[in-house]
């Protein structure tokens, strides 16, 4: 049916022509993210165990970045394009485990909130909230949106979603029935 949908408002060549642009080595920001990476590679390297600092990979980057790959971009003041070689290159591998311990015990609290969860409406909250966070965490591989308010409120808010329906499954909650909408 969304096939249907996209073919019908002719949507189809956008997509494709927008996810061809993601292999596109004559792309600007596709050489750019990819020397950020590298950057973000090389501070981890460098310092393994803590990192650079916590939001100092933009100020870190000109000192790590590839000289041979010069874009437009290169002077910009932005992170490293991923929000997992962000972590490990401003934090190191101690805020990289603390990061997947968050990862473990959100998907820990998510999985446990579907599993008992009795009320069908309940259920598709959590669902959606789950869905959520799981999309952001596949997104975040490829881009990283730590100070953006429009990203990180929903991140934080879905994930008190879930441990809230999660810490009542069922229950009553200060005399209500907890499944009554």
Same mark, same amino acid.
């Given at each position: 049916m969304i096939l249907i949908a996209i073919v019908g408002i %002719? @949507?189809? %060549?956008?997509?494709?022509?927008?996810?061809?642009?993601?292999?596109?080595?004559?792309?600007?920001?596709?050489?750019?993210r990819v020397n950020r990476w590298m950057a973000a590679a090389e501070m981890t390297k460098d310092r393994p165990w803590l990192g650079v600092g916590y939001g100092e990979y933009p100020a870190e980057y000109s000192e790590y970045r590839r000289k041979v790959i010069l874009t437009d971009q290169v002077y910009f003041y932005m992170g490293a394009h991923s929000e997992p070689l962000r972590i490990l290159s401003e934090t190191g591998t101690a805020g990289f485990a603390a990061s997947l311990w968050l990862l473990a015990a959100a998907s820990a609290i998510g999985i446990r909130t579907l599993r008992r969860t009795p009320d069908?409406?309940?259920?598709?909250? @959590?669902?959606?909230?789950?869905?959520?966070?799981?999309?952001?965490?596949?997104?975040?591989?490829?881009?990283?949106?730590?100070?953006?308010?429009?990203?990180?409120?929903?991140?934080?808010?879905?994930?008190?979603?879930?441990?809230?329906? %999660?810490?009542?499954?069922?229950? @009553?909650?200060? %005399?209500?029935? @907890?499944?009554?909408?």
């Open positions: %002719g @949507a189809e %060549g956008r997509i494709t022509q927008h996810a061809g642009s993601v292999v596109d080595t004559e792309n600007v920001s596709n050489l750019e069908p409406r309940t259920y598709l909250v @959590a669902l959606g909230a789950f869905s959520g966070l799981a999309t952001y965490m596949i997104h975040t591989v490829f881009n990283s949106y730590p100070g953006i308010d429009k990203v990180t409120i929903p991140f934080w808010a879905s994930l008190g979603l879930l441990a809230a329906l %999660g810490g009542t499954n069922g229950r @009553a909650v200060e %005399g209500r029935d @907890a499944t009554a909408a």
